[in-house]
């Protein structure tokens, strides 16, 4: 039993505690924000590029259907 927590102390150890309070706001932390932000916005980029390849997809086929069509 004591084992298990030892084990668990160790694990919690080698984790980096996360900062919360004065310790967020560290000379680093905006930088590590810039850097979430701009992976946010590449998300975002690949979202919108995503969403109009399925539009594009949907045109086609809509094109296609009609020109199928009698």
Do not use: D, F, I, Y
């Amino acid at each position: 039993m004591s084992e298990g927590r030892a084990g668990n102390r160790c694990a919690r150890r080698r984790q980096p505690p996360t900062p919360s309070g004065p310790a967020a706001l560290s000379p680093t932390s905006p930088h590590k924000w810039a850097t979430r932000e701009r992976e946010r916005e590449r998300e975002r980029e690949r979202e919108r590029e995503r969403e109009r390849e399925r539009e594009r997809e949907r045109e086609t086929l809509h094109l296609q259907h009609r020109s199928l069509a009698p």
